[in-house]
């Protein structure tokens, strides 16, 4: 009753076309079982299980092996549906000692999986129903298979996996996640996803609520290069397109298509419960989210870099083209365009950075909608509160940050905010604005350093048009033009905070709106044109 077909080492099974194994009960737990077993090939094999009801547990089930190729087989149908076996493999490889694997010891060496159709892997819940499962696996390739209609993971790797390559499948119709990356005890590194295209993911089994809508998962795992793959969200119980959480080290993620579809929250989250560092994310395209286009969050965080990423949603509930909560950060070079109008969320930043004790955010293109309150939105936020990030630093240079709006000019450009013992230093310039009210704006517990640069007289007037905004005296601005950069008419102005002098607009510049002391005055000699 433990399968109908065990296989002995150095054996090859080739099939012909209409070669089934196949059962229309419950009574063999496997269609084939490899146990122990070295240099076996299995090409073009049938496992079906019944259309309705119980079949196998397991179609292929491998242990403690190593040289095995399974290619060109057809698997459909495997899996109990009863709440009391809750159990469904396509392909399981495992071993009998869940350590890394040793050569002549446990584990499995060398798996290569490839050209193979897995679908309508069955199981009760979500603990069971994955086409693919690796656990105790060193090397491995899992490439060019379709792969579909699982209950629960469509492929998954779970503890003490290395050096395993994932590529160029087809997976689609996942209860919960495409592929998975899960071990339970922080062990294994070095897995390839790449090439592979995923289409509605988080299916969500009846009954189940909760956990790993994704349609990739990384979990405690180290060195994961993520690439050249598309997902694609086709159900609102999607939650991310991709998601990295934990110590989940050394991380790469590039070169991805991710559509939302306004069905999955954000485009890619990472989120570190127990540490995550050094995460590259760059060259993803990134579509109709409904939250985030790429979150990162949590203390653990840190060393993150996010490069020449296309991240573009229309949608109304959209927050944050780019969120990063916490930990040291690169932001550069990426096009961010939330532009929806009338947005009705509070708050809706292109870039948001806080709680990072360090953060370099330079030659962004930004591209943001109206919020729900005209001054509240903006291109670029810095923000930091408490006294454990004192001594931030900050440099948003180089930017471009445009606003989509019903208003001729509204909101803010760029602004940087400490809060109460928050203290926290920044370098502005060479950054440019479009249809924005206040091209640049800084709490009292920000303070500049180097050349603070704004385009026009008018935008001067603005910097300081919030209510924590507070500029030392004789603190200076450069002004690139008197109407716009270039033309002429710029210079370097100083902020006199006890001034009342009548503004002439050009030598005494009055902020916009104010009636209190405080006058702008250009550093001049001789006649003023």
Known sequence: TDAQLDINSNQSIACAKDAKITTSDSLFH???SLIGVTDVLIDGLNIQGPSVGDGFDIAIYSEDESNITIQNCTIRGVGKVSA???????????????????????????????????TDIKGHGYL?????????????SIHGNTLGNTRRMTVALTDHVYDVKITDNEIFDCHLAGIDLEPNDYSGDSVVISGNTIRNFGIKPEGQTGVQYHGIDVRSMDYVSISNNVIIAENDQAENCINVINRADKCVISDNTLICNGHASNGMHLYAGSGLDTVTITGNIIEEFTEYGISSSSNGNDNILIDGNNIHSTRLDAVKGIFVGAGQCHISDNIVKVDALEAIQDYPYGIQ????????????????????????????LVYISGVGMAGSVFNVSDNFVERVSTEPTAGRGIFLWGRTDAKGVYTAKGNQFRNVQYE??????????????VSSVDALSKVNRHNYSVWKNNETVEVLGYHSAGD???????????????????????????????????VYSGAVN
């Open 128 to 140: 069971r129903g994955d086409a693919v499962y690796f656990r105790c696996v060193k090397g491995g």
């Open 353 to 380: 950075v806080s709680q990072s004790k360090r953060a370099t955010i330079i030659g962004n293109q930004v591209r943001i909608g109206t919020g729900t309150g005209e001054s509240t939105t903006g291109g670029i």
């Open 440 to 453: 640049l704006a800084h709490s009292e517990h920000m303070e500049r350093v180097g050349v603070t640069e």
């Open 30 to 32: 496997r269609g084939l």
């Open 84 to 118: 009391s076996t809750e159990k469904g493999h396509g392909l399981l490889f495992t071993s009998n000692s869940i350590i890394e694997p040793v050569i002549g010891v446990s584990g499995n060496f060398n798996i290569t999986v490839v050209n193979n159709a897995i």
């Open 488 to 522: 002429g008419g710029g210079g370097t102005f100083f902020w006199d905070a006890d001034s009342t002098d009548a503004p002439d607009g050009g030598t005494i510049i009055a902020p916009f709106n104010s009636t209190g002391d405080g006058r702008w005055k250009r």
